[in-house]
């Protein structure tokens, strides 16, 4: 880093303000229509004739009518297990519904919620887990529904609600700490999309102590501090994306903004990083495009900021001469980020939206890299 800068600033002489010496040298530091409850006009002057039929039950879904609870129950579980979430939804549905004595009455409600919310429907997924849910006491299936509810509820984008159960969960102490843990990192991903970063910070960061404080690592998930840590990430990539680079506010200030933005960008990269290290699949291929990505932004806004107007033309010459070495380093690391994602993916077997989002990344900066080594040849073949 010193070394770096040091040739920088010797580069570009002591005739050059100190200013933009500095500026050159941050470079560096990120190698109902209408109502029918009411019928309006004159009554009919004929007497009504009552007519007496025989009482129908309404059934819902005349299909499975004649199927008792038992087949009921064997047809959801075949149904779900081959991925046919509507129709398992179909069958638990109609044993809740029809059969409150049944001997599956309590699996049968939570596989409706679970296929209700395989299907996206979350306000009857929230119906069904609401059934046998308890935050505050409960064990089984009324434990594990109380975590389906406040997950219904995150989808719903009601944040609060679902804090409030997780709340209650984290708070007792008849939980594992796998099961407090996870209530502690759901919640703090409330949190964050609730639009509370700074909260979420401290739920997370209590959530990881917690998780350090555990003897036996093998007990708990790995799902859960990784996505703690991956979600730190996400609160320092959300404070870096705002901060701008404005070429108009002069070379110092300029300077600034970029080493607070990098400042940013490597606090992300280690939250992301230390997701990596915790082992699991799906954050760490997540964290690997979310490094990768960084730099990649930071790369896209180096080039579209035009030099610092105060500068001199031979001064400008010197600065594109830097950026464009800083930039190339950018587009170098994040195809090695990308390229080290991907590998992670395949030997695991990950499949899921980040590597698809990493592979077409890849191949842009790639293109970037080959892009940017044909200009220097056509250079060269110009002089």
């Not at 941050?26 to 009554?43: I, T, W």
């Not at 594990?144 to 209650?168: N, T």
């Not at 200030?253 to 992301?272: D, F, M, R």
């Not at 170098?332 to 990950?350: D, S, V």
Request: include cysteine; aromatic fraction near 8%.
């Amino acid at each position: 880093m010193v070394g770096f800068v040091e040739t920088v600033s010797s580069m570009i002489g002591p005739s050059f303000p100190r200013s933009t010496r500095q500026l050159v040298a941050v470079f560096a530091l990120v190698a109902c229509g209408g109502c029918a409850l009411f019928r309006g006009g004159r009554q009919p002057e004929a007497p009504s004739r009552e007519m007496v039929l025989d009482p129908v039950v309404i059934t819902g879904d005349l299909a499975l009518e004649k199927l008792n609870d038992e087949e009921l129950f064997a047809s959801g579980e075949s149904a779900f297990a081959a991925q046919d979430y509507p129709a398992a939804a179909r069958y638990f549905d109609r044993l809740v519904d029809f059969h409150p004595g049944s001997r599956h009455l309590r699996p049968a409600t939570y596989n409706a919620g679970l296929a209700h919310e395989k299907c996206g429907e979350w306000e009857d997924a929230l119906a069904r887990f609401s059934q046998l849910a308890d935050a505050k006491k409960g064990k089984g299936d009324a434990l594990d529904s109380a975590f389906r509810v406040a997950e219904v509820l995150y989808h719903l984008g009601r944040y609060g609600e679902a804090i409030q159960i997780l709340d209650q969960l984290a708070a007792r102490t008849d939980l594992s700490p796998a099961d407090r843990l996870q209530a502690q990192v759901q919640r703090g991903v409330c949190e964050v999309e609730g639009g509370e970063p700074e909260a979420a910070e401290k739920t997370f960061r209590a959530a990881l102590a917690d998780y350090q404080a555990i003897e036996d690592k093998s007990l708990v998930d790995d799902y859960y501090p990784a996505q703690a840590q991956f979600f730190l990430g996400e609160i320092y990539r959300l404070r870096y994306q705002p901060v701008a680079l404005d070429p108009d506010k002069g070379v110092d200030e300029l300077a600034k903004e970029l080493e607070y933005k990098a400042e940013l960008l490597l606090s992300a990269q280690g939250h992301y990083l230390r997701a990596i290290r915790i082992g699991n699949g799906y954050w760490a291929t997540a964290a690997g495009e979310r490094i990768g990505s960084l730099y990649e932004n930071l790369y896209e806004q180096l080039i579209a900021s035009p030099a610092p107007k105060e500068l001199s033309a031979e001064e400008i010459e010197v600065y594109r001469q830097e950026l464009r070495k800083r930039v190339r380093i950018l587009i170098a690391k994040a195809i090695n980020i990308y390229e080290r994602t991907l590998e992670t993916a395949e030997r695991i077997g990950a499949a899921n939206p980040f590597v698809q989002r990493t592979r077409e990344s890849l191949r842009k900066m790639k293109e970037l890299l080959i892009a940017d080594a044909q200009k220097d040849d056509d250079a060269k073949n110009t002089n």
